[in-house]
Structure formats: structure tokens, C-alpha cells
């Protein structure tokens, strides 16, 4: 089984030496193109060690405003966890994200009810999903959000 197939997207900064771990930038790079996709924020991640917990591998999402957040990853847990992990906490800078800039604070709003409520990560069968919370439907994959229809 070769797993997932994650494209190679640039997290973190090209200088060569500050680059984001690997168990944690494949899970990002996931759930920053759903943010991407979705026209939600996108956060400026950046390396950094804020944790020394065993196995936790961390950087830092900046907004534009200067603010940041943690984000982590346990490098033990398997690719659709970690994704589903992060997912979670992204979800949470982009709602701080959006609600600072003065937008709805839904993301990723959920297509069955909208203006409703967001979905919610899961891992069913070892696949990272974003599902309805109110009817557990499955949506779509972490990471293949379609484009809102405008
Ligand atoms: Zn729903």
C-alpha cells in the first residue's frame, strides 16, 4: 500500500533550513488547499519548535494581522489521523481568521446546510473526510473541497 498521493506543496519558507517537518507539512499542505479552494484565508505557516513533547512535531500559522497560532502533529499517528488532527486546529485559526476580517465565521461551510454550521474532520475506515456533524454524511476528502459555486 503506498497511501495517500499528496502533491508537493511548499509549507514554510524556501531559504532551505527553515522547513517545516514532514509529518506535519503533508497534513497541512491538505487542509491549506481547502482553505485555498474554499477562498478562506490562508495562513503564513513558519517553522518553529513551541512544544517538546515527544513525537509532536510543531510550527506556527501567522495571519496577516500579525497574529499567530500553534499548529502540531504526532509524527507516530498515521497520514489520514494527522490530517484529520490538523485539519481540526486549522479549522479553528481560519474561523479566528475570518471573524477578525469581518467575514462569516464558517469554514468549511457545510454544502447540505448552508449558513448553517461547518464540517467537521473524521477519519471512517483510515481515510481523512470532512463530514456533516448534523447528519454524518460523508462530503468529500480533506483536501478535494470543490470551489463554492458563486
Ligand atoms: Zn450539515
Same mark, same amino acid.
Given at each position: 500500500m503506498t497511501g495517500c498521493a499528496v502533491e508537493a506543496v511548499t509549507v514554510g519558507h524556501?531559504?532551505?533550513?527553515?522547513l517545516?517537518? $514532514? #509529518? +506535519?507539512?503533508?497534513?497541512? #499542505? +491538505?487542509? +491549506? *488547499?481547502? +482553505?485555498g479552494t474554499c477562498g478562506a484565508p490562508v495562513p503564513d505557516v *513558519?517553522?518553529? *519548535?513551541?512544544? /517538546?513533547f515527544p513525537g509532536q512535531v510543531t510550527a506556527m500559522l501567522h495571519d496577516t494581522d500579525g497574529t499567530a497560532q500553534g499548529v502540531f #502533529?504526532?509524527?507516530a499517528e498515521s497520514l489520514p489521523? *494527522? $490530517?484529520a488532527s490538523v485539519a481540526d486546529q486549522v479549522q479553528e485559526w481560519a474561523?479566528?481568521?475570518l471573524w477578525r476580517a469581518g467575514r462569516p465565521a464558517t469554514w468549511p461551510e457545510c454544502p447540505e446546510h448552508p /449558513?448553517?454550521? %461547518? !464540517?467537521t474532520a473524521a477519519v471512517p475506515e483510515d481515510r481523512a473526510v470532512w463530514i456533516? %456533524?448534523?447528519?454524518?454524511? !460523508?462530503?468529500n476528502d480533506i483536501g478535494r473541497l470543490p470551489a463554492p459555486d458563486r
Open positions: 524556501a531559504d532551505g533550513r527553515d517545516v517537518d $514532514i #509529518a +506535519l507539512s503533508e497534513a497541512l #499542505a +491538505l487542509v +491549506l *488547499r481547502d +482553505l *513558519r517553522d518553529k *519548535r513551541w512544544s /517538546n #502533529a504526532m509524527a489521523q *494527522r $490530517i474561523v479566528e481568521a /449558513n448553517s454550521h %461547518p !464540517l456533516c %456533524p448534523r447528519t454524518g454524511h !460523508l462530503v
